[in-house]
């Protein structure tokens, strides 16, 4: 009989909660676990030191809720993280949890602190003459006015002057109306300062692909698992994303080069620029009268993502290691402390220059071997699964792969110069995957002989192959729960053995929707003030491509919106099951105009609302045919916010 690890572990570490259908770590589980203990220098307790330096306290109430109750963050949630890792997590990523996960305010200089552990990222506090400049206020507002609330506690009350978004994430922004409100920065009381370009990637990065974006973000980041020694491990890069309210105040000044200086209350700052780097729009800057760095997200405690798997645009290790040769330029030797947006502060001159040029060799290693594979003809999963940093640089905790991995971020750099395709021509009609997976286990002799292989497999700790034997019988026959049960057991042992946390969290949540299908995923609660700041193009975009072309047939239609708030107009064109959209000259020819605030419009599109009371209330104006905008929304998909990922939609 199976021992339920839920039985295991609350036999070893006497915890109790809900039975768990997950089984014990395996022998060879706990055999990898002894040798990443062996293999990595635990002795090194440099970054305990540097996490915990300057502590001055936490919160006495650990919960922080949202106006509707819900908790926005739990700062005991992460209390588990005591003393040696358990065979159910990798012990690097139970070391890097233990060091992202401790939370309360400290103190970085004499005019620097930050308040860490309350989100994914960092909020920093720099004490300018008469107040703070905050640096990145987190991803939601809770947590956010909660920070402030903590730094107010300790060290007096402060008036924010200005707040900094090192860049266009949403933890390095969302939090913003937590601290300051818009009618505060339209008054001129606090200046919003970003890196050029910075709303229109804030807004635009998840737009079009937004769904299948967040579904994968809710494996990504464990959404929907508990944090625990057999649940989520943090993030790699932080503890977890608060979920909380997700806010936007648009920047006062945008900064356009490196070399620019603004003072600010008495703080002189000079900047880096860094696009497409960790994000598309990003700096770095330093404080030249304390010679202190801010590093934003380009130099973490972790190998970062070239690309991350809940999907985006690659991004570029070569600009990310030239820019940090730069960084290293520019400030290499006239700087005593580092920070960064995620994870902890370095302290020391040499030590932060070791810091960035080990991390900028990482990526550069990266990048250069891939590519020199690459030509030498080898293909994405060969080099994925042969690539490794060289042990000088794999040693430095920093590099290592809690957040991205050279596996996943060796395909980036394939992707980005070669694309999908590896060269092969049998890959060019391949079989949908649930097609090609009968045909396999036909092939085998049926799924009896295929679980029999799989349980050898699994038998001998080759999880891997086990996954990929029975991923085969699953997607042939979605309902053969032995085949789902078989299947999450391969993923238990493989989420447990990970060091990265994204690729545990992706595990375990492939796991927990093969045992009890998808669970609804809590995010974040409304982030409409993205929304209210796309640019109007983008809208239509959006539009076209909810467009089902079984739908609309041959049919043709034409439709004016005008936002008359914003003096704009456009025409929205279907023929041949394509939606294109344009500026609308005056005279324009239209079945109908749509005359509305733009706010309407796009509310009806990201919560669903009908437009048809708005018309009946007057509010939104039709003229020509009153049905054409009916037949359009008649078109257009809904996209499911829960599409199946560990088997295949119908
Ligand atoms: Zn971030």
Known sequence: MRKTLAAALAASLSLAGPALSAEAPSAATVKAQALVRKSLPFEDRQDFDFAGRGFLGSLADPVIRRADGAVAWDLSAYDFLKGEAPATVNPSLWRQAQLLTRHGLFQVS????????????????????????????????????????????KLGARPIVAVIYTHSHTDHFGGVKGIVSQAEVDAGKVKIIAPEGFLEQAVSENVIAGNAMSRRAGYQFGYNLTPGPEGQMSSGIGAAI?????????????????????????????????????????????????RILCMAENANATMHNVLTPRGALVRDAKAWSDYLSESIRLYGD??????????????????????????????????????????????????????QLPPALARQWFNRGYYGTMSFNSRAVYQRYMGWYDANPVHL??????????????????????????????????????ATLLNNVVLTDPDDKAAREALARAYDQMG????????????????????????????????????????????????????NPDKAGDATLRIVFAFPERD????????????????????????????????????????GAPLAPKVASGEA??????????RLTGWFDRPSPDFPIVTRPE
């Open 568 to 607: 704009e107009r456009y025409l929205v064109q279907v023929r041949h099951g394509v939606l294109t959209s344009e500026p609308a000259a005056a005279d324009v020819a239209a079945d109908a105009t749509l005359t509305l605030p733009r706010a309407l419009l796009l509310e009806s599109l990201f919560t």
């Open 110 to 153: 004499d005019t620097i602190w930050q308040v860490r552990g309350f989100d994914v990222s960092n909020i920093t506090f720099v004490r300018s003459d008469t107040g703070w400049i905050v640096i990145d206020p987190l991803t939601t507002a809770e947590v956010a006015k909660a920070a402030y609330g903590l730094v107010t506690e």
């Open 429 to 466: 009609a391949v079989l949908p995957p649930a097609d090609q997976a009968k045909r396999y286990v036909e092939a085998m002799g049926g799924a009896d002989k295929v679980l029999a292989l799989a349980a050898a497999a699994h038998g001998k700790g080759d999880y891997p192959w086990a």
């Open 242 to 290: 608060s979920k909380g309210t997700m806010t936007l105040i648009p920047p006062t000044r945008t900064i356009g080069a490196t070399g620019e200086t603004l003072t600010i209350d008495g703080v002189r700052i000079e900047f880096q620029i860094t696009p497409g780097t960790e994000a598309p729009a990003e700096m770095n800057f330093y404080f030249p009268q304390w």
């Open 334 to 387: 006239r700087t005593d402390v580092m920070f960064t947006s995620h994870a902890w502060p370095r302290f020391g001159g040499g030590v932060v220059r070791d810091y960035l040029a080990d991390h900028r060799d990482a990526y550069k290693y990266l990048h250069d071997q891939t590519v020199r594979m690459m030509n030498a003809g080898y293909v994405g999963d060969e080099i994925a699964n042969r690539i």
């Open 496 to 547: 447990w053995q990970a060091e990265s946390s994204l690729w545990r969290n992706m595990y375990l949540t492939g796991a927990s929707e093969l045992r009890g299908g998808v669970a609804k995923t809590q995010a974040n609660a409304g982030s409409f003030d993205m929304v209210r700041n796309l640019p109007s193009p983008m809208i239509f975009d959006l539009l076209a491509v909810r467009l």
């Open 621 to 630: 104006r039709v003229t020509g045919n009153p049905f054409a905008l009916q």
